[in-house]
């Protein structure tokens, strides 16, 4: 009988789940919705994002060389972990909000009066009590996969679905905020938590609030600040390793603050806390600056860690620590040698290494070591994000460096040699075995930690298959050590072999596009002999040794085939020996390079570096040692400029002077000569542009004669001025309309030659090579200035359009609406945030992806994907009708355009071209009526449905549900 009676209450709970309808709006129905939602597909989606936050926990690498970020997510790496399993959450949540939706009024028994509770509950658009918790998880999966945006547009729903629960508007407003500092839109992160503070708080959610103001001042550098706010946050985090890193952050932020006492007590309490073993290591590390024992034990604390087996790994942080103390205590050479130890023994290949060698190369550069200090720099460069605040800092230095290399480098080399040629012979000696003795000490430590490391690489792959079981909290900090040493890039033996391999191949390079020619120009291939330079510049010419003779070899033979193989060998004395200058011949050769390297450092030091000082030195020393320089003339121009620079007048006068009596044919001596010289040096430009601006207004108005009387008189008054290449494109167009075509060739060739970085090269050497290849010009003037009429991807290379492609009037296909303008007119950023706020507050439905294309001087805005023409239609009228985002978009040009027709205007066509296409061709704004609400129907989430009262019955067991939750 009991049986029965189980199966008949089984049978009548699922044909009760089974009647039980969204579209319904009963108690009943309501509980059995929140049940479904809770234990079907929320729970799935549950489940997924606890497996993509447990994926970032155990993947997460924080930088512990700087203030770690409050959140884990922050980390470019971390945040692109996990991400199947957030998409899957989203899927789920999705679903769950569609299936189980309840939009409908409930309805509402006519001879009972509404209280003011009652109103309240009826006016909401949610009646699933239990919804709320996907859309919460639908946002914070989109927050933990780094789609700020989208996150941020959930909540902002939640904010206006449930607007009558103030405990879920307030989470939703602070997530909401949380999305904004992430993208560090500061100013409405805070007007958000203003509004947060008029309005009455719930006390429960303080910690979130403390935790995103504590985000915001972490990003803003207000390190005090943030203390209290990351203290409540730790209070009520969940998460184990998240809380752990917390009190890292504290400790960090108490240590920045001076605070020593609370810093040790932090970085105590992170150890205490069995963390993977990274954070440990570096918590008992840092301690070690919180210490008051003075500054010898915090090193003897240090160099212990060093000869600790477990801490190998981390050789370079713990030499950067030490380094750091050193150079606090003012020890220059120390602090050089720990930082020296930690790149030399570092075991990995990322930021960690960065940070020391950017140290090291600061160090160097302060110190005048720039050979050295090259080094650290390029190797540096590729272990930083561009997004760092320091990369450019070092692109910047690293590329001075690169060009001072070869000068530093023969003037390094060229002391040393002839250092040693003055000894004498028994100390040369000396010094030379000392050197080959280093040698080959370093070659011995070399291989024995390559046979060690070979050793433990075996082992640990010999435990790994015993024991592939076997689990412990470190494990993915040690997968992540060794496995980024996989990539190529991070392995320095291999990057240095390939850089071997490339200079024997290309010789070399610098880095820039094309970087495979030797003249970049599309006039490189016009005659034989520039084909044959180019040719011979690109190949390695091999160097043909002579024919071995047959027969017996003499005594003497035989004594300079071994000194040949001798000299090649660097643990030979001979190898060492045949470079010093010991002859009169071989000192003046030395004395070449060595001029030659001092007079390249001394132009880097002036121009590049504004080391005025050292190049003060380096030029007086040419000056003085080298009284014969073949380019005096260069010399004393140069100086007359430092010492302009440097403000120091009555010794720029002398040189001057100089130039003026022992070189008055020179260049330099004529400019400097005129009694307008500084006049021009202050005024010049803005007078020079002014008259570009009067002869280019001369040839657009026809006036050509003007055009080349004004290009002479540049042409003597400013020979260097900013805009010559354009006075000689300018000029030659004008000759061309006056029928001198061989001196519309010879200019062009001139801007090509001499400007190759000019923005018109490109342009003059196409014209000359039409020209060459037999091709007519078009009638009519070029008009240079009008960007808009510009036609776009006309490039040697590029995929030119035939002559009848012309765009298409095709309405149903993939439209984009696009906001052009000139390159570096407007702030971008400002940009995108406008036109994402607008989307996210005036689109709750539809999501639209935002993209930027950089063109020739013209970028664009892109929003991407309308189905048809009326789609994209619609979103303009609306955006172009919404009177804020009408004033903010003033003096862009917003347009609509197919996929197709997107496709020619990035390739041959210009702006004005569809411009004028579209007006032919489609309606203007206003000349369409349009549905306004059509853009933003879907069929994926609910659509918010009023419904009407109604004055039947209302069940009074409603009550036990009016306030919302169930669960």
């Known amino acids: 009988m009991r049986v029965y009676l189980k199966v008949i209450m089984t049978i009548t709970v699922l044909s009760v789940l089974m009647s039980c309808s969204s579209k319904k709006n009963t108690a009943m129905n309501r509980y059995i919705q929140a049940f479904k939602a809770r234990y079907n597909t929320y ?351 070092i692109f910047d230095r690293s590329k001075i460096l690169d060009d001072l290399l070869p000068y530093a480098s023969a003037v390094e080399l060229q002391d040393s040699l002839q250092a040693l040629a003055k000894l004498d012979p028994e100390k040369r000696s000396k010094v030379i075995d000392n050197i080959i003795e280093e040698l080959k000490k370093k070659e011995k430590r070399e291989e024995l930690e390559k046979a060690y490391s070979s050793d433990n690489n075996s082992s640990k792959s010999s435990s790994g298959r015993n024991n592939s079981n076997n689990r412990t909290t ?165 100086l007359f400029q430092l010492y302009s620079r440097m403000g120091e007048s009555d010794k720029a006068e002398i040189y001057r002077q100089k130039m003026l009596e022992e070189y008055p044919e020179n260049e330099h001596s004529k400019l400097i000569a005129d009694p307008q010289f500084l006049f021009k040096g202050i005024y010049g430009k803005h007078i020079e542009d002014s008259l570009y601006t009067d002869a280019y207004n001369a040839f657009v108005s026809g006036d050509f004669n003007t055009v080349i009387s004004g290009n002479e008189y540049a042409a003597k008054e400013y020979p260097n001025g900013d805009n010559r290449a354009r006075f000689l494109f300018i000029d030659a167009m004008s000759k061309l309309e006056l029928g001198d075509r061989e001196s519309f060739l010879t200019s062009m060739r001139e801007i090509v030659e001499k400007y190759p970085k000019s923005t018109v090269s490109e342009l003059a050497g196409l014209y000359v090579k039409g020209l060459k290849e037999g091709r007519l010009l078009a009638s009519g003037k070029f008009e240079m200035g009008s960007i808009w009429e510009r036609r776009r991807g006309l490039g040697e290379d590029s995929d030119s359009l035939s002559a009848d492609s012309t765009f298409s009037v095709e309405k149903n296909n993939d439209w984009v609406f696009a906001i052009a303008y000139e390159r570096d007119s407007i702030d971008e950023n400002q940009l995108l945030f406008e036109v994402a706020k607008y989307n996210f507050t005036n689109f709750t439905v539809r999501n639209f992806d935002i993209t930027f294309d950089k063109g020739d001087g013209i970028d664009m805005l892109q929003v991407r994907t309308f189905l048809n023409y009326d789609e994209a239609y619609i979103y303009l009228h609306r955006l172009m009708n919404n009177e804020e985002m009408a004033y903010k978009l003033e003096g862009l040009k917003c347009f609509i355009i197919s996929e197709d027709n997107l496709k020619l205007l990035m390739n041959g066509f210009s702006f004005a071209d569809y411009f004028q296409f579209y007006d032919d061709n489609f309606d203007r704004l206003g000349h369409l009526e349009v549905d306004e609400d059509a853009l933003d129907t879907t069929t994926d989430l609910p659509v918010d449905d009023e419904g009407a009262e109604s004055e039947d019955e209302y069940y009074e067991d409603e009550e036990g549900y009016e306030d919302g939750f169930i669960f």
């Not at 400790?251 to 309490?269: H, I, M, P, R, V």
């Not at 000299?567 to 003046?588: A, F, G, S, V």
């Open 43 to 393: 729970y799935n989606g549950h489940l997924a994002y606890k497996d993509g936050v447990l994926a970032q926990e155990e993947g997460n690498a924080d930088n512990f060389t700087e203030i770690i970020p409050l959140y884990m997510t922050s980390n470019i790496g971390t945040v692109k972990l996990g991400k199947s399993n957030y998409e899957r959450a989203v899927e789920k949540c999705q679903k769950t909000i569609k299936q189980h939706t309840i939009t409908k009024r409930p309805e509402w028994k006519s001879n009972r009066p509404k209280t003011k509770k009652d109103k309240i509950w009826l006016s909401q658009k949610e009646y699933n009590p239990f919804l709320y918790k996907a859309w919460f998880l639908l946002g914070e999966s989109q927050f933990n996969m780094g789609e700020y945006m989208e996150a941020a547009s959930t909540f902002a729903y939640m904010q206006r679905t449930y607007f009558s629960h103030p405990d879920i508007v307030a989470k939703a407003r602070m997530l909401e905020a949380k999305c904004y500092v992430e993208m560090e839109w500061f100013y409405d992160a805070e007007d958000i938590m203003l509004r947060a503070q008029r309005d009455s708080f719930p006390t429960s959610l303080n910690y979130l609030k403390s935790s995103v103001n504590a985000d915001m001042q972490l990003r803003k550098k207000m390190y005090a600040e943030a203390i209290p706010n990351v203290l409540s946050a730790s209070k009520k985090e969940k998460s184990t390793l998240q809380k752990t890193r917390m009190y890292f952050l504290l400790g960090q932020l108490y240590l920045k603050t001076e605070d020593k006492a609370n810093a040790y007590k932090y970085f105590s309490k992170v150890i205490k806390r069995n963390p993977p073993y990274e954070l440990e290591f570096n918590a008992r590390m840092q301690r070690t600056e919180c210490t008051t024992k003075g500054h010898a034990k915090q090193i003897k604390t240090l160099q212990a860690m060093a000869k600790n087996p477990k801490n190998k790994e981390y050789l370079d942080q713990v030499y950067y620590a030490i380094g750091n103390i050193y150079l606090s205590l003012g020890d220059t050479t120390r602090a050089i040698w720990s930082y020296s130890d930690g790149v030399e023994k570092s075991k990995r290949n990322g930021i960690e290494k960065g940070v020391v060698l950017l140290h090291l190369g600061r160090l160097y550069w302060e110190t005048e070591q720039f050979v050295k200090c090259q080094k650290c720099y390029a190797d540096a460069l590729g272990l930083f994000d561009k997004d760092k605040d320091e990369y450019k800092e």
């Open 474 to 638: 470190n494990r993915n900090s040690n997968n992540r050590r060794t496995t980024s040493s996989v990539w190529y890039f991070y392995n320095a033996t291999s990057v240095e072999a390939g850089k071997k391999e490339f200079q024997n191949k290309w010789g070399k390079r610098e880095l820039a596009d094309d970087w495979r020619r030797n003249n970049k120009t599309v006039l490189s291939d016009f005659n034989d002999e520039e084909v044959a330079d180019t040719v011979s510049s690109d190949s390695v010419v091999e160097e043909k040794s002579e024919p071995t003779k047959k027969g017996k070899m003499t005594k003497e033979e035989k004594e300079q085939e071994k000194l040949e193989e001798y000299e090649k060998d660097p643990h030979r004395p001979e190898y060492y020996m045949k470079d010093i200058p010991l002859t009169d011949e071989q000192m003046e050769v030395s004395n070449a390079e060595l001029v030659d390297g001092l007079y390249g450092s001394a132009v880097v030091y002036k121009d590049q570096m504004e080391n005025f000082p050292l190049a003060e030195r380096t030029f007086n020393r040419i000056l003085k040692d080298f009284p014969e320089f073949e380019e005096k003339d260069e010399l004393y121009y140069n």
